[in-house]
């Protein structure tokens, strides 16, 4: 029996696993800001996500990943400098777009051929991951258009109406610092130094990248 979801919204690890495990969505926190959270291999779980959210399906999921080895179930891309980067910024805010292995192809991936992936900098996260053994989708909790929630009190009043009713609820013990930073820095990995292709500026720049011979 899934255990009940806090007046708060609040919920333990075992019950985010069993929510998880189920299909369901949850809002936890990353060394970034809050993601919603889903198991990356339900496609049912993935398109609530999608509802949730207000994503357009043609707008691919990101996923996390607990380390390079799970990363490299859903993909054959982390070789040369793709895997050097992994090795240096993971766990941390890098987000690197590699070609996806057809297993992973589908909702994740909006039907293309790539999948983006990152080792979340917050161990609380990465035990989660591991503890459920499969990835997570983690696109960022907030509604399509909107800024992304930084704190769990944002997350609660963003979705409130999904926390009533027990569509979402938030892992997010209270003694983990509050993430402020702002989203993921997002690459499709070059051949050589400065040739990374930056898709969306974070925490890790260019200059960053460039130091990575």
Do not use: Q
Not at 72 to 83: I, K, M, P, S, V
């Amino acid at each position: 029996m899934t255990e009940p979801t806090s007046p708060t919204g609040t919920i333990s690890l075992h019950a985010a696993l069993d929510r998880l495990g189920a299909g369901g969505v949850i809002a936890f926190p990353t060394e970034t800001v809050f993601g919603l959270g889903a198991d990356a291999t339900n496609p049912a779980a993935v398109e609530r996500v999608y509802a949730i959210k207000g994503r357009p399906r043609t707008n691919p999921m990101p996923v996390v990943v607990a380390d390079l080895a799970m990363a490299e179930t859903l993909t054959d891309g982390l070789t040369g400098r793709a895997r050097r980067l992994a090795e240096a910024f993971w766990p941390g805010p890098l987000t690197l777009v590699c070609p996806a292995r057809d297993a992973v192809i589908g909702i994740v991936t909006a039907g293309g051929d790539t999948v983006a992936l990152r080792t979340p900098g917050l161990e609380l996260v990465c035990e989660l991951i591991r503890a459920l053994g499969r990835p997570l989708i983690a696109p960022s909790a907030n509604r399509t258009g909107a800024d992304p929630a930084r704190t769990i009190e944002e997350v609660r009043s963003a979705f409130a109406r999904e926390i009533e009713a027990d569509e979402l609820a938030c892992y997010a013990p209270a003694a983990i610092k509050t993430p402020g930073s702002a989203p993921s820095t997002i690459v499709i990995p070059g051949e050589t130094p400065g040739t990374d292709r930056v898709l969306r500026a974070g925490p890790i720049t260019i200059d960053d990248l460039a130091t990575l011979r």
